[in-house]
């Protein structure tokens, strides 16, 4: 698909893999907006940006999200394409079990799984009104095996991957809207800093390119460095796949 000259809205964009690909898309001369809960990282994130704005909004609470809707409709209504990269994972190891298992599992699948459904059902009457649309759901190497680290993230992955995959089906029938689903390994960000991501995570620059590539060829599934090879032990051997990502 042509991914210029288009309006493009990024989730989670004041840092990391947002950040990258909304200066990938502001290079390739589209209007990029960039949406976050804190505001401060948000400014700081669109300095020297040319054609990228920056609104503080929570996509896990209801009103904002419709807030957000209703200012894409009166200023942005040429949007097409919708990047869900936001997600929340645990601020320590969470096992599944202890005191703040409950609590820890209901954020990660009310940011990374529930709020990408409701953002995409309140934006999917602009981007079907446009010539062509995408959206883009970004989930994670994890959505094929859990890190048993992080299991309820692995969880909220494995949940957009599966509506990922529906709802590219369902919308290749009825309308002009592609679905595209972003699959990073470990990556160098602040946010996988807690599990080695600074160490052993490939830049995320590579995976927001990746990105690019794979929108300009159509390329659905976007397997980013070692999630392909992941994907294909997974699907050979689950066993070892899981005993890959969970070396004691």
Do not use: C
């Not at 990228?52 to 009103?63: F, G, L, N, R």
């Not at 990105?211 to 599934?221: P, R």
């Amino acid at each position: 698909m042509n991914i210029s000259a288009k309006t493009v809205l990024i989730t989670g964009g004041g840092s990391g893999i947002g950040l990258e690909i909304a200066k990938q898309f502001n290079a390739k001369g589209n209007k990029v907006i960039i949406v976050g809960r804190n505001n401060n990282k948000l400014q700081n994130a669109v300095k020297g940006l040319e054609h990228v704005k920056a609104y503080a909004i929570d996509i896990t609470d209801e009103s904002d999200v419709k807030k957000l809707a209703g200012l894409l409709s009166a200023e942005y209504r040429d949007l097409g394409i919708l990047i869900n990269n936001a997600a929340a994972s645990p601020n320590g190891y969470n096992h599944g079990v202890g005191a703040n298992a409950f609590a820890m599992a209901s954020d990660e699948m009310l940011t990374n799984y529930l709020s990408v459904i409701r953002l995409n059902e309140q934006l999917l009457p602009l981007l079907q009104s446009q010539h062509e649309a995408a959206i883009v759901n970004v989930s994670s190497i994890v959505a094929f095996s859990p890190n048993a680290f992080i299991p309820t993230y692995s969880d909220s992955k494995a949940a957009l991957h599966s509506y990922t995959l529906s709802l590219r089906h369902e919308l290749a029938k009825k309308s002009n809207v592609r679905v595209f689903e972003l699959m990073p390994p470990l990556v160098n960000t602040e946010f996988s800093k807690m599990i080695g991501g600074d160490i052993n995570g490939m830049p995320a620059i590579d995976v927001a390119v990746a990105l690019i590539n794979a929108l300009e060829n159509d390329e659905f599934e976007i397997h980013v460095g070692q999630t392909k090879n992941f994907r294909n032990a997974f699907l050979a051997n689950p066993a070892e796949a899981f005993n890959m990502l969970n070396v004691s």
